[in-house]
């Protein structure tokens, strides 16, 4: 059993084929191990920034079903993934990303608020071991 210190919320973007435009699909996933860390420093060009997180998802963790990415964007019906691009965010977030809500708000508003770079698929051994590992 994995020691969980969070939840999280992960927005998959969707291609609208109809209207042409990305739709975003929000899961909401409780029980995850959150560990984050923010740096900031002054340069000699500027102050710089490098925050990061790894989020471990224990495989059971969500009621959808996961996708890996390609198989997501061919029928993301009933499910999710963790795909580069996405956004993973600490909490059970509410909002939806939508013409009143933005990327970049969601980013800016909340400060544990993530673009995905990987997600490892470790659903092998034991089930109580199998899990996702997210970085962002």
């Known amino acids: ?3 969980a210190n969070a939840d999280c919320t992960v927005y998959n973007r969707q291609l609208d084929r109809k209207n042409r435009r990305d739709t975003w699909v929000r899961t909401q996933i409780r029980g995850v191990f959150w560990d984050s860390s923010h740096a900031h ?5 500027g102050d710089i920034t490098a925050n990061n997180v790894t989020v471990y998802i224990p495989a059971d963790a969500c ?3 996961y996708k890996p990415p390609k198989d997501y964007a061919s029928d993301p019906s009933g499910a ?8 993973i965010i600490r909490g059970l ?3 939806d ?5 933005t990327v970049a708000a969601l980013l800016q508003k909340y400060d544990d608020a993530y673009t995905i770079l990987s997600c490892e698929d470790n659903r092998y ?4 071991l199998q899990h996702f590992c997210v970085k962002g």
């Open 93 to 95: 977030i509410r909002e």
């Open 63 to 65: 009621d959808k079903a």
């Open 41 to 45: 420093r002054h340069g000699d060009k």
């Open 125 to 128: 051994g034991s089930s109580d």
């Open 80 to 87: 999710y993934t963790l795909a580069p691009g996405d956004l």
């Open 97 to 101: 990303i939508d013409a009143n809500t």
């Open 1 to 3: 059993m994995m020691y």
